[in-house]
């Protein structure tokens, strides 16, 4: 199989990639299980956005704070500067962000975030622009869209990557000659036993880019993201109570009924306090009370949540839900240049499973789904001019790059699944006990 370009992974990172990308190019859009099976789809909160030139200095200066001032400065300024840009793109695909009665947007607060800043559809944001991302790149006739498709290696030679090796939804291997690959495969819940990440998602780039000698960046970063409904089911995914909550009022108590916290803290420390109070209380969960959102706004920005929990057998609106930390974000990841290029020539990798230093050590909340979209346009342009710069041939076939393949490795699935999340962990673990030392 050949194509132009690869973009593994269907998330918004991908799909708004794959929308800037030449129209002249053919595009193979792959994702591991189905397109509505991402983590885009199921961000809640909202997309942060630049409101004026005032409020620049305040949002640069909490996003720092949060990460710990660990992050990339020059990173976090192209964030910033492209947040307006990034949200007329999505609105001139369909997207539809809550606005007040005279027509302008309507913006909401989180946790860590000085001012309201960020643009929200309900509380399920994320699927809204994964949604309309989809439906705009389903209509663009130089992309095909494979379902159920796997990333099982990348084929490289002399540090440039030239494709990639395929598992298909029948199970046999195939292989695509590509001049340039963008990986776009989403975070790494599906090593934690209690995440609010898909099952599917598991760090399988993390562990390739490694195999190829591919740098890495900050890889023991994980966010746990302090609120998600309390299950005793061990195999349920863990259910997100948006920060959006808190920014709007929602309060948490121990098991006594009484505040124990500043709700609007950054996540890792909210987490921290969480434990703790826990630990106090020899309890597996904190309450989190809704009931001080007014019932309207409760019901018109939160609809999913009280929806999903009235299925669970809580009703937000006359008594407090049980929440508990669970693992949410991967801030570290394959590392990239401003342009999304990673240490191999002709890969990038964009969105949760690239790490450009935007987040530091601790995300602030609702910056994931503008840093994907930024860097993912990024992408694109360079992929585009650098076309420009330099045409490549059409194809390979005077080498034996691809004919030398030897699929035998990739026979056994279980065996590289479970080689893939044995070097994830590895490698996550020997960073974090590297960081720890220091």
Request: aromatic share 8%; glycine share 6%; net charge negative.
């Amino acid at each position: 199989m050949k194509t132009d370009i690869l973009v593994v992974g269907s998330g918004c990172s991908g799909l708004f990639c794959a929308l800037h990308l030449p129209k002249d190019r053919h595009i193979l859009v792959i994702t591991k299980s189905d397109v509505e099976s991402s983590d885009s789809y199921l961000a809640q909160g909202g997309i942060c956005m630049l409101r004026n030139e005032a409020d620049y200095a305040p949002y640069f200066e909490d996003t720092m704070r949060a990460g710990h001032y660990e992050n990339d400065k020059q990173s976090v300024e192209i964030m910033i500067r492209s947040s307006q840009d990034v949200i007329k793109d999505l609105i001139s695909c369909g997207v539809d962000f809550q606005k007040k009665e005279d027509g302008s947007f309507s913006f909401t607060k989180e946790g860590a975030h000085s001012n309201k800043r960020i643009l929200f559809h309900e509380d399920l944001t994320g699927k809204e622009i994964t949604e309309k991302l989809y439906r705009t790149v389903k209509t663009l006739e130089n992309v095909t869209i494979l379902e159920n498709t796997t990333l099982v290696d990348i084929v490289s030679d002399e540090n440039a990557c030239y494709g990639a090796v395929l598992r298909k939804c029948d199970g046999s291997l195939e292989t695509v000659e590509a001049d340039y690959t963008v990986l776009a495969t989403g975070g790494i819940g599906g090593l934690f036993p209690f995440s609010t990440n898909f099952p599917h998602l598991t760090g399988d780039a993390i562990a390739i880019a490694a195999k190829h000698g591919v740098e890495l960046k900050d890889v023991s970063y994980i966010q746990i993201h302090p609120t998600t409904l309390y299950t005793k089911d061990k195999e349920e995914r863990s259910f997100l109570i948006s920060e959006s909550v808190r920014g709007e009022g929602a309060k948490l108590y121990g098991k006594d009924g009484r505040r124990f916290v500043n709700e609007l803290l950054p996540r890792d420390l909210l987490t921290e306090a969480i434990r703790r109070q826990m630990e106090i209380d020899h309890t597996e969960f904190v309450w989190e009370d809704l009931r001080t959102i007014p019932e309207k706004e409760l019901k018109t920005h939160f609809p999913n949540i009280v929806q999903h929990c009235l299925e669970k057998g809580y009703d937000v609106t006359k008594e407090c839900i049980p929440v508990v930390p669970a693992q949410h974000y991967f801030m570290g990841g394959i590392k990239v240049n401003k342009e999304s290029m990673t240490s191999m020539e002709r890969l990038y990798a964009v969105g949760e499973t690239a790490c450009n230093g935007v987040h530091g050590k601790n995300r602030l909340a609702s910056n994931s789904l503008l840093e994907s979209l930024v860097f993912a346009k990024r992408a694109a342009k360079d992929i585009a001019a650098a076309y420009v710069r330099s045409p490549l041939k059409e194809s390979y076939e005077d080498t034996e790059l691809f004919d030398n393949v030897d699929f035998s490795q990739y026979c056994d699935t279980e065996k590289i699944k479970k080689d893939y999340h044995e070097t994830a962990w590895r490698i996550i673990e020997e960073e974090r006990k590297l960081k720890n030392a220091v």
